[in-house]
């Protein structure tokens, strides 16, 4: 170890009285150096007379002369220097703040190895090599001031369903990327902005659920009535927050949903989390005295019953920024507000636009008369729904700025597809230097599916230089979910304090945390290849989250490769564009977000006038679309995006000029098509490559299991399963897409049927039937539960089951209307010594053949035999041999003819069998003092679970404390260990479920070599 310090056992000072944030830093030091190297590393409180010593304290850090910030240094930035004190080696980690010294402290772990992202930490093989270069010299400061995400409030699969704990292991997740925001906003029928006048509540509302048929849900369904086996991986028979899990009356709902939001941020404190949180301004008249009245009562309330809040953010509603509102009438308060400001916003164009930015920076003002009075301190900040390619709110903050005092921060969703453009605002690089402006490209965008994938790190690349360029102070991202797009949040967070990190620099630094040092080069080739892929990797639409239930979420549906068949496609966009932009409406249109209107209307235009904007450019563009006939693939894709360049260019004249809802559909409409052509679209190649993918990742599986590398299994397996649920989903819905098989299917039997050929009609939908229940919805669902490691991913679970499921069944029920006979629905095997339970929803007006094979690809055998009664829902097969076995059910009508075979289900007979399988969100790292632990996991097996225990022990400590969980629902099991049996220090745990015949496992499965810790006290 010479010219190395050896970290192994090394105390940690942390001060006789550390603030908050020193102390977790110390702890959180602590408790990865031993999970690093097996062996303690004690927090102290003073330098030890002799021996080497890690130094957080900074008086004790002041000792050794940690000059090296500047004269003036970022108070987030941080010094990391190994030094001497005599014979013995001292690591000292300075920062001018303590959150400073956090940072330092994730800095030295990553420097030995480990990774840090929203998904959980990686580590290095273990046990590790934590010795650092003796001469080691570390110094960094952020680029950006305020660094982290936007999580968006509204959908099952975001922080929607969130509870405390959810909360808590994201906030550490977000400090140890070393990121310091969250921005939080509720629409006015949420419940986190709730808001009443003299008790009269005017703003609030319940957390959506399964029960409310949310954005698009096509059903409301409790848990137990899920598909193809995901009820069992549920814990309460209504999917939703916590805080409503229970059905409680609204106002309850509503309250515990404010307090635990409020815990959450005092929580985000210690680590240095700010929290800025809000909603929206109302759509309303400022001058109007109720308005007003009803406003400030509701901001009072809210910075009241958010104490630990750092930001008050005031939204304006979406699309108000390119499409403004209504100007007042003449004479009236409103009015004269507008000729008096009205010069300000002028370079906004039409008077709806700068009517709204009038109206909107009036109630701007007066949350900021309120916070100056009542919340010192607290700083606003303005958010709106803009981009320059989308509702363009950047627009209004140049003259925000001149009415604003400096303090007042501004920020927008930007663009709602990062690879919409390259570049961030235009307006945040017009701002002066002292104004702060906060960057936040869209990762996830709800235009589609919130499922799989929406790879955006190459362009992140652009936008994250682009919002240095303009001279942003803040750079986060938007979106819903968290592990599904840590890549790109593990990009933003590194890139805001190291700007020259390229894309395929993150990619090998991602692989390497992930999945090993020697295979760095083959998985970021791995990881490029699908994030160059485009959203969703396999070259299909998803259904749009925020909107109704559709295949694909068009009618007519994407194209899936980049063709002639495409430019097809999108002629009669150009032409509906051309003939919107032509109309002259009657009176101006007041609503134009193109997802928020069922479709285009033409009825309000009074006249054509082809010299209205645009009309002549969009026709000029439809020529070059037309010259792209017969060419490559290749040239193709290039056309498209040169031409869509130039429609951009066209845009911003139009929104300046005012458009109405029809020219809004029309031309987002054809810009997101053409998008989706040029860089998603290809479904063929994409299949392939995704199948040589994953050939390779079960290659690299079976390589880390013969060299029992364990702990590289969960992240490997998470992607492959996200990679097989994209792929067979996909696979379903090319068929289900408008007027493609499934739709040609039930059009032929339709006609046949009404011909009176019911045989033909009955073999053309049974062949529909049977090719879609091959396509793989059921193997894709199986693939998603086998990755439920966040809320985020159990709240898409849930949103499966409500919106897309619910309408493939439906489907599925009109092809069975054709048929003379159809087989049942979700069967279950149930695997035992000796026998398979199987059991199903009866098929209507059909006897059953049940039969069973050998998998993978064996005949298919009579498992029953005769034809079992219509009315049979139950059936018990003894094999005769041990093993693995496939089952299916077929349906016989009166005359003997079989119908296609259901979906099947698998079950293992005999004495060897898989041992319980352990299910749940990943545990939060801290609890505070005096606070009861609780713990809740699924426990799923065929075999009967005959107990599921908590095991834990502190630190330092030999012996394992055993605590029983009790089963709670269905198949998941609670503990709550009282507050007073929580030992006070660093807790290493593990679940550990046993069934019937004694087979164990645990959670984690790296248990108890690499278990889950617990900071207590």
Not at 342 to 359: K, M
Not at 584 to 593: H, M
């Amino acid at each position: 170890m010479k010219h190395r310090m050896d970290l192994r056992g090394v105390p940690i000072v942390a001060g006789c009285r550390p603030s908050a944030t020193i102390k977790t830093a110390a702890m959180e030091l602590a408790r990865f150096l031993h999970l690093l190297s097996g062996i303690p590393s004690p927090v102290v409180p003073d330098l030890p007379s002799r021996g080497p010593a890690i130094v957080l304290d900074p008086k004790t850090a002041n000792r050794f002369s940690p000059a090296g910030h500047g004269s003036k240094p970022h108070e987030q930035s941080y010094r990391v220097r190994a030094l001497r004190r005599g014979r013995d080696p001292v690591l000292v980690i300075c920062s001018p703040s303590p959150v400073g010294i956090l940072y330092g402290v994730y800095a030295v772990l990553e420097e030995l190895g480990m990774g840090f992202y929203a998904g959980g930490e990686t580590y290095p093989d273990l046990p590790a090599d934590i010795s650092i270069p003796a001469t080691l010299d570390i110094s960094a400061s952020p680029a950006f001031r305020v660094r982290g995400n936007m999580l968006h409030y509204n959908f099952l699969c975001g922080c929607t369903t969130w509870g405390l704990d959810d909360y808590r292991f994201y906030f550490d997740q977000l400090a140890r990327m070393r990121c310091n925001m969250l921005l939080m906003h509720w629409y006015d029928n949420e419940p986190g902005a709730a808001g009443h006048l003299h008790g009269e509540y005017f703003a609030g509302g319940r957390t959506p659920s399964t029960l409310t048929k949310p954005w698009g849900a096509t059903a409301a369904l409790r848990t137990s009535q899920f598909s193809f086996g995901t009820s069992k991986f549920f814990d309460e028979e209504v999917f939703t927050s916590p805080a409503g899990e229970d059905l409680p009356d609204l106002l309850t709902e509503i309250k515990r949903s404010e307090a635990m939001f409020d815990n959450a941020c005092a929580f985000a404190r210690d680590v240095g989390i700010h929290i800025a949180a809000g909603f929206e301004a109302p759509r309303a008249d400022p001058t109007d005295r109720t308005v007003r009245e009803k406003f400030e009562a509701r901001l009072r309330q809210f910075i009241e019953k958010y104490p630990h809040i750092t930001h008050f953010a005031l939204w304006q509603h979406e699309s108000g920024g390119c499409v403004g509102s209504p100007p007042p009438p003449a004479g009236s308060d409103a009015a004269r507000l507008m000729r008096q400001r009205a010069g300000l916003f002028s370079y906004l164009g039409n008077d709806q636009r700068v009517w709204e930015a009038i109206r909107f920076g009036r109630f701007a003002e007066i949350a900021l008369q309120i916070l100056e009075k009542e919340a010192a301190g607290l700083r606003l900040v303005l958010v709106g729904w803009g981009g320059d390619r989308w509702m363009r709110f950047a627009d209004m903050c140049l003259g925000y700025d001149r009415i604003l005092p400096q303090q007042v921060a501004f920020t927008c969703h930007d663009n709602i597809d990062a690879s919409m453009g390259p570049t961030v605002s235009e307006a945040w690089g017009k701002l002066p230097a002292g104004r702060e402006r906060w960057a936040m490209p869209w990762v996830e965008g709800d235009i589609d599916d919130c499922h799989v994938r929406q790879p955006h790190v190459e362009s992140l690349g652009l936008l994250a230089s682009d919002a240095l360029a303009k001279g942003c102070q803040g750079l986060l991202t938007l979106q819903w979910r968290t592990r599904d797009v840590e890549e790109e949040t593990g990009y933003i967070a590194r890139f805001a304090w190291d700007t020259s990190l390229t894309p395929d620099r993150f990619y090998r630094l991602l692989a390497r945390h992930a999945f090993g040092r020697d295979q760095e080069k083959r998985m970021a080739r791995h990881i490029a290849t699908l994030q160059r892929l485009g959203a969703r990797w396999t070259g299909v639409r998803g259904t749009c989250e925020c909107g109704a239930m559709k295949w694909t979420g068009w009618t007519p549906h994407f194209p899936f490769e980049a063709d002639d068949a495409a430019l097809d496609y999108l002629i009669p966009k150009f032409a509906e564009l051309e003939d919107a932009l032509a109309e002259v409406p009657r009176a101006a249109d007041s609503e134009a977000a193109f997802h928020l209107i069922s479709g285009a209307s033409a009825g309000a235009a009074s006249q054509r006038d082809e010299s209205r904007p645009g009309v002549a450019q969009v026709k000029k563009l439809k020529e070059r679309l037309l010259e792209l006939r017969g060419r490559g693939e290749a040239e193709i894709r290039a056309g498209l995006r040169a031409i869509e360049e130039e429609l951009y260019s066209i845009r911003p004249g139009l929104v300046s000029f005012g458009m109405t809802s029809r020219s809004y559909h029309a031309i987002d409409g054809l810009l997101i098509a053409m998008h989706h052509v040029w860089r998603n679209a290809g479904a063929r190649k994409h299949f392939r490559i995704l199948r040589r993918i994953r050939r390779d990742l079960e290659d690299l599986r079976s390589a880390y299991l013969r060299q029992k590398r364990h702990e590289r299994l969960e992240r490997l397996d998470y992607l492959a399963n996200t990679m097989d649920f994209a792929a067979n989903y996909d696979r379903a819905v090319m068929l289900l897409a408008d007027n493609e098989s499934v739709d040609r299917a039930l059009a032929r039997a339709g006609e046949l049927s009404a011909a009176g050929d019911a045989e033909r009609a009955s073999e053309v939908a049974a062949a529909a039937y049977s090719e879609l229940v091959s396509a793989g919805m059921k193997e894709a669902i199986e693939a998603f539960t086998r990755k439920l490691t966040t809320r985020c991913d159990f709240g898409t679970l849930a949103t499966l089951n409500v919106k897309p499921l619910p309408l493939y069944w439906d489907t599925l029920g009109k092809l069975e209307q054709y048929m003379t006979a159809a087989p049942p629905r979700d069967l279950t095997a149930v695997g035992k010594v000796e026998e398979v339970r199987l059991s199903w929803e009866p098929a209507p007006r059909a006897a059953a053949l049940v039969l069973r094979r050998r998998p993978p690809g064996g005949k298919w055998l009579l498992a029953s035999r005769k034809p079992l009664d219509g009315n049979c829902t139950m059936f018990l097969d003894r094999p005769g041999r041990p093993g693995e076995y496939e089952y299916g059910i077929c349906a016989l009508d009166a005359n003997g003819w079989e119908s296609p075979m259901s979906h099947t289900a698998r079950a293992i007979v005999g004495r060897k069998h898989p041992p319980p399988r352990l299910v749940a969100c990943k545990p939060a790292g801290r609890l505070r003092p005096n606070e009861d632990w609780f713990l809740r996991v699924v426990a799923v097996s065929d075999r009967q679970i005959r107990s599921v225990t908590l095991r834990y022990r502190l630190f330092f400590t030999r012996e394992w404390v055993a605590w029983p969980l009790i089963r709670r629902f269905r198949e998941s099991w609670t503990a709550c260990v009282p507050a007073d049996r929580v030992p006070k220090g660093i807790l290493e745990f593990f679940i550990e479920a046993c069934d019937e015949r004694g087979l164990v496992s645990r959670w984690p499965a790296t248990a108890p070599r690499l278990p889950w810790t617990l900071i207590c006290g």
